[in-house]
């Protein structure tokens, strides 16, 4: 199946905890190599955080049987404390995540600009286990 370019793809979450813990839980890279994985058979073994406008971030994704891996990377274009997160990933697709305050619950609304080379129901997937392991992790602390 062939992908269109620039295409955008959106996963959300409501995550059952206030905005602080949610935002200190996508950002420190202790908590990001807890959750960045989309299954049980792959892992964050590092991952870096420079949470500042033209900052970089990288996550060194890679399958627990040590056969493939990649670094995922980018460079935020802007930062909102508790708000919004926009970045630029290394191959020049762009990137927001949302992060709407709701009492004790926040919500993560995650859009990105869609790779040509799978398919875009593969890519929503991918990024929604993401983010669902990212709502367990936060939900759990």
Known sequence: MEVTQNKTIMVKATIHAPIEKVW?????????????????????????????????????????????????????DEITANELIAYTMGDGRKAKITFINKENETEVI??????TQNPIEMQRSGWQAILDNFKKHAEGK
């Open 24 to 76: 200190k839980c996508w950002t420190s890279p202790e908590h990001i190599m807890k959750w960045n994985n989309a299954s049980a058979d792959w892992h964050t073994p590092r991952a870096e955080n420079d949470l500042r406008v033209g900052g970089k971030f990288l996550s060194r994704m890679e399958s627990k049987d040590g056969s493939f891996g990649f670094d995922f990377w980018g460079v935020y």
């Open 110 to 115: 995650e859009s990105f600009e869609a790779e």
